[in-house]
């Protein structure tokens, strides 16, 4: 059981004096959210980066196996493949496979290795040592939210890749936010 | 436009320090939410209880025909009718007239005075100076939230009546909560 | 169209008969759907509804232990204590323990024997053998789905007990519909 | 079933079929159903592809004014921009007006002309006669749905542009789908 005091700490970090409302919702009021919050996204955004840097990191020092297995784990912790299929449109897939919709054609596109999709060199074998998210707006719906900006992912050689990105997150049953929908894209130049 | 900061702002009181997330989410960026809140939720039930003090009090001070005028605007400002059905048991209903489905049933049994339903005395003409909420439980669910607990009403003689009442909310694109579901009882006791 | 439809309920995978709208959503189009459906919801109350029975069965046919161990089953599988509290009044409890938020307070409304809720006697062990449900309005909203009507429990002397009912529903991940939201009292009478 | 299903996706007050499910939800009974159809959303992705031939035929039969006032229309019935911020990255913006949040931007995409956006040509005024969707999956809840796929762009000299997008979907309370997401790129190639 979660209290409404808690379980808003969780959410968003502060205590509601709920009590000064003066209706008799207690600070102990069992409550239910399952609604996604700002801090949610901005913390799942977070993570993909840091994600994203971890694999590069394991490839680095510990090869492309140990690559591989990270970007596994990554992969299942931020992406939602196991309730259902992702609209995933990775930013260098090459058509027929531009859209990776099954947990294979992802992995396949961060850590390569798969002959099943010939092209993919393994996106997080790049060297990325950091990810900046800047977002032009956000929406949030239920335990959805959705968001849009640019993304600039940084190697060890100060060299800078600039995305244009859409996420759509989606907040699991046991609080846990994952991707449901990803398209990036190379910015558009004449 | 809405920004993060100001969406959140009246949403729960507070800003949000985003910036010190530091991943790019600026305080002003573009939001919308359609979530309902925890204090739009509390505001909806504190203002239930204040609309029906309003009517009671018009119907004290101006007689049946201005208590019920009060008891329609009291009505279109806090159930969800326009937008379709609404799940309203009402404490004191008969059957089979138990259910008030539509706009004009809910009415009649807060303001009395329709033929079509004859047992309604008009619940809200009962002197009602003050109305508490305590509530049990609440869940939140995107744009809806119920709530489970007591209410007690109090008239101007010190009495009070105490019911079981369950709440359904709504937030419209409005910003607007609106009951959707409503099912009062009195205790039951042996 | 009636496939389609069905299998929507059933979530993704599937196979959509919408290649008569012609515009290019496959056959296969993997789907993610989270949202209850009607028929959904109807279940859920024909399967409340047997479940009762079954308690009453076993406990007829096993005693108290048995049926104690069958209300257990019954309650996990259609009340959702598991993912937080339930916004749940009972038809026949007594004040102060009118509202069962928590698992413990539903089983012993159900199946009594727990000298914490010494006024309960368990309601499930009543003889019941047959449910009707009789909706008055429902409202769907995402995942969620409220009712509200009434609700016939015969038992084996043909004897009938009508209440006012109102159910709140919530879809989870893995597709299965459980109540969050149960209210229930008797007709209210002069 | 298949007028229950249709009428299900219009609202409420309707006739449902379910008479043969045996549990008392009579055919009459009203119900308010918020949430988004599949049918809904493959409507809403034919409105838009007619959409923009409609502005390119205005564009071509009446000149940059009428071509420009038809922009403005389709806009306002196909993005959500009147509730909020819509996210928008059209195929063919350059940075740094990548993303068009407000409805002053996306018309200047559509319809160009405004010196506030001076890269802006007028996608729409392109000659388009024909618009195909291939979706490659589908993501649905609540009043909200994803869909990601290929798009192909028919002109009248038989010239095809193939885009990879994402949409986001919103159905008001009106029952009116609106974009609430729109990511558009090209194919990336070597």
Do not use: C
């Amino acid at each position: 059981m979660i209290s409404a005091t808690r379980r808003l700490a969780l959410g968003f970090g502060l205590a509601l004096g709920i009590s000064t409302l003066g209706i008799g919702a207690s600070a102990q009021t069992p409550l239910r959210n399952d609604n996604i919050t700002l801090e949610e996204v901005l913390a799942a955004q977070r993570a993909w980066g840091e994600g994203l840097v971890r694999i590069a990191t394991a490839h680095r020092e510990g090869g492309v196996e140990r690559g591989r297995a990270v970007a596994g784990e990554i992969l299942d912790g931020a992406y939602g493949y196991a309730a259902g299929p992702v609209l995933f449109k990775p930013t260098l897939t090459l058509a027929p496979q531009t859209f990776r919709i099954t947990r294979e054609g992802a992995l396949a596109y961060f850590a390569g290795g798969n002959p099943a999709f010939a092209n993919d060199g393994g996106f997080a074998f790049n060297g990325w040592t950091r990810v900046e998210v800047e977002n032009a707006a956000i929406f949030i719906h239920g335990r959805t939210a959705l968001t849009q900006g640019n993304v600039r992912l940084f190697d060890g050689q100060g060299r800078v890749t600039t995305v244009d990105k859409s996420w759509g997150f989606h907040r699991d049953e046991a609080g846990v936010v994952r991707i449901v929908l990803h398209h990036s894209s190379l910015s558009f130049t004449r």
